[in-house]
């Protein structure tokens, strides 16, 4: 017998999934991790029944997130990723012939929950020998890491709720600036301006106050019932809005949604969006 899925957002928005079946209940000290299949998007991954990701549509998320920044600059050679557990953004990143993908994950069961019942998100990345996995915190990692160790960091948090709330924060953004090199890229998912208004005008505004180049980004992710998703890209050394010519490579050919257009286009703010970054700025 089906049953349906609910996430509720903050009592004012409900998206519902029929499931199928319940592949995978997991309580972990940091989170409740659930796997059911879904007769619309496939398998699907959710979070403290937050949906996070699912075979069917992934790829949007997940090819967002990462080919902006990498395309960004030439030559980007070590990449750390915090959060990302369930392998979707390492396989995008080992796409580019980087020589070291660094992932920082909290919550070690997200990893092998995903390793068992995604398989297909993660793929071959969990075998790459350029990904070495940290079960760490990532807070704790960018505090401590060197300066200038990294070419781009990509921070793949769910919502700023519960593990993931100490993710947003100006401290944290600034201890990200100190690790990257002077031409790197700072890249994370920037929730809705639609339906998380006021949380996506903060992000702009907190990352505004750490990095020169801050531009936010936009494409659908049909899984988040909110029409339109965000990623902010920011760099105190390049303007992100325009690939390299090595963006247009064989290596980006299986990608599903981006492109060198698709990234251009990307960076086009409508106008009630370009209010709210107006009014950030003025802040």
């Given amino acids: 017998m089906s049953l349906w899925f609910e996430e509720n957002w903050n009592n004012t928005v409900r998206f519902a999934l029929r499931a199928e079946r319940t592949v995978a209940r997991v309580q ?10 879904s007769a619309a998007f496939g398998r699907v991954l959710a ?16 090819e967002m997130i990462a080919h902006p920044a990498l395309t960004a600059i030439d030559a980007p ?17 080992l796409r580019h012939p980087v020589e070291r993908v660094t992932m920082v994950e909290i919550d070690a069961a997200v ?3 995903c390793k068992a019942h995604l398989p297909a998100i993660g793929g071959a990345a969990w075998q790459d020998p350029r990904l070495e996995v940290n079960v ?42 100190r690790i990257l090199r002077p ?3 700072f890249s994370l998912q920037s929730e809705s301006p639609m339906l998380t208004t006021e949380l996506w005008r903060s992000t702009q505004l ?37 690939p390299r010519a090595h963006g247009a490579g064989t290596a980006l050919a299986p990608c599903k949604y981006y492109t060198p257009d ?3 286009a990307a960076f086009l703010v409508p106008p009630y969006a370009q209010r709210l970054i107006e009014t950030a700025d003025a802040a």
């Fill in 28 to 37: 972990s000290p940091f989170q409740r991790i659930e796997v059911f299949d």
């Fill in 47 to 62: 979070l403290d029944s937050i949906l996070m990701t699912s075979e069917r549509d992934e790829f949007f998320y997940h």
């Fill in 77 to 93: 050679r070590d990449v750390l990723i915090i959060g990302g557990g369930d392998g979707g953004t390492a396989r995008e990143v």
């Fill in 111 to 113: 990893i092998e929950v």
């Fill in 136 to 177: 760490a915190d990532g807070i704790a990692f960018a505090k401590a890491a060197a300066p200038d160790s990294f070419d781009v960091v990509i921070l793949d948090g769910a919502d700023p709720v519960g593990p993931s709330a100490p993710l947003f924060n100006e401290a944290f953004y600034g201890d990200i600036r």
């Fill in 183 to 185: 031409h790197g890229v």
């Fill in 206 to 242: 907190r990352l505004r106050r750490v990095f020169r180049n801050v531009y936010p980004c936009f494409a659908p992710v049909p899984l988040y019932s909110t029409g339109v998703w965000s990623w902010s890209v920011a760099s105190d050394g390049v303007d992100p809005r325009r």
């Fill in 262 to 264: 698709i990234h251009r």
